[in-house]
């Protein structure tokens, strides 16, 4: 069965700072990947998703098979990037998504 | 154009009792889905839709039922409600599988 691994709850950093999120996925195939984001009190919304290789403001995420890992990063946060971040695996073209846990950013001035 | 709209927004239940969610969506897509969002847990599927009249289980589909009688429309029935399933339910629309889901705003559901 597919699953997605996000191990930090929570990311608190500067303004200024680079961050990165961690995603770590399990499955047999050749799932597409994606990074969700919900900031605070909006609905949850695409970032990016893998096959596209596009850079959303400012954040970068790349597939890398061999570690079965899909990092989203920014080298400069700033403190409207404060969100939740969610990392999800699709397996199929159904639709179905598998989202990790989520991963809290908060960035500080 | 509203997008994916869920009806009610809040709704607090007694355990056994019953209730619907809507999900509703004016942009002509074909799939539907509703999920659960719970603290640790991120989002989970509960069931899907890939067309008007066909509906599909996910990861935790018991104790819920859906219907897409209407192709815009995607409802989430809870029989006899249980503490358990507390939490934020999300329902998203695709035009295919492949595609962007777009999700609505949520329905926060507390079960006592």
């Known amino acids: 069965a597919q699953r997605v691994t996000q191990p930090e709850k929570l990311l608190s950093v500067f303004k200024g700072a680079p961050v990165e999120l961690k995603c770590n996925y399990s499955?047999?195939?050749?799932?597409?990947l994606f990074w969700y984001v919900q900031y605070s009190r909006q609905r949850l919304q695409l970032l990016l998703r893998?096959?596209s290789r596009e850079s959303i403001k400012g954040f970068t995420a790349d597939l890398n098979k061999g570690e079965t890992s899909f990092h989203l990063k920014k080298p400069f946060a700033q403190e409207e990037d404060s969100a939740m971040y969610y990392c999800a695996l699709r397996p199929d073209s159904w639709g179905k998504l598998q989202f990790g846990a989520g991963t809290q950013v908060v960035v500080t001035p | 154009n509203a997008g994916v709209t869920q009806t009610p927004k809040f709704r607090v239940l007694k355990t056994g009792q019953s209730m619907t969610l809507l999900c509703a969506q004016d942009?002509?897509?074909?799939?539907m889905y509703w999920y659960r969002q719970d603290p640790g847990m991120g989002l989970r599927l509960i069931h899907y839709s890939v067309g008007e009249g066909t509906t599909a289980k996910g990861e935790v589909p018991d104790g819920y039922n859906v219907s897409r009688l209407k192709k815009q429309n995607f409802l989430l029935g809870l029989e006899s409600a249980a503490p358990s399933q507390t939490s934020v339910y999300f329902c998203a629309s695709t035009e295919s599988g492949i595609n962007e889901q777009f999700f609505g705003p949520g329905t926060r559901l507390t079960v006592l």
């Open positions: 942009m002509n897509h074909e799939y």
């Open positions: 893998h096959i």
């Open positions: 499955y047999s195939g050749s799932p597409e």
